[in-house]
């Protein structure tokens, strides 16, 4: 599950409305390999759907993540803060183990055995 915070709600649609995204419009949200912390992450704004990805809604927003991301990023909230000095979208995992100092990337946590 991946969940949204009120601010980040606010500044999705701020963003669709101002671009005049298709309706149905949500967030892609997913890794790549790289960054300072081994992880970076991907967040995109998209109204397609494919076979191999997951669906949530947060406070109607939908939010769409490939399933190999969601092994590291399933729990996840993304918040957006409004400070002038860290202005931007945020990802509180708590599958993080550690994370870059801007926060747009990460190292998982290892496996539990």
């Known amino acids: 599950m991946i969940s949204l915070t009120e601010n980040a709600v606010k500044e999705i649609s701020k963003v669709v409305k101002e671009n005049q995204l298709p309706e149905g419009t949500g967030i892609r949200l997913g890794i790549k390999g790289g960054g300072c912390a081994g992880f970076t992450y991907v967040f995109d704004f998209d109204d397609k759907v494919g076979d191999f990805d ?54 998982p946590k290892a496996p539990t055995l």
Not at 59 to 78: C, E, H
Not at 84 to 107: E, H, I, Q, V, W
């Open 54 to 107: 997951e669906v949530f809604e947060s406070m109607g927003i939908k939010i769409i993540v490939d399933k190999k991301s969601l092994i590291y990023i399933d729990g996840t909230q993304v918040d957006f803060n409004t400070s002038l000095m860290d202005r931007g979208f945020k990802f509180l995992n708590p599958k993080a183990d550690a994370a870059c100092g801007c926060g747009t990337s990460f190292t």
